[in-house]
């Protein structure tokens, strides 16, 4: 089982980064997916879920209207489009995977964002 997140990178305040996480040897279509940061000295946050049918999303109110998840179940892959970014957006972005409530929670290596003022 492997996630392999992709698309981190510096950027300046107010611009835009793509996050892919690239699913392999996990059930991806049964999974909700979701992404977790954690900011130097702090702990890990949830960012944002997607759930398995009907796509429903959930986000932080601090990425709310700015950062948007989607996924492509023919590709294994989910998405973290991530708009006016801000400095305190910065932080390793990892993706996670979950089979239900309370189950295993799966995790990636994460991607770095730092994003510049």
């Known amino acids: 089982l492997q996630f392999v997140e992709s698309g981190g990178g510096l950027v300046q305040s107010g611009g835009s980064l793509r996050l892919s996480c690239a699913a392999s040897g996990f059930a991806f279509s049964s999974a909700d997916m979701s992404w977790y940061r954690q900011a130097p000295g702090h702990e890990r946050e949830f960012v944002a879920r997607i759930r398995r049918p009907g796509s429903r999303t959930n986000y932080a109110d601090s990425v709310k209207g700015r950062f948007t998840i989607s996924r492509d179940n023919a590709r294994n892959t989910v998405y973290l489009q991530m708009n006016n970014l801000k400095p305190e957006d910065t932080a390793v972005y990892y993706c996670?995977?979950?089979?239900?409530?309370?189950?295993?929670?799966?995790w990636g290596k994460g991607t770095l964002v730092t994003v510049s003022s």
């Open positions: 996670s995977g979950i089979y239900y409530e309370g189950g295993m929670q799966y």
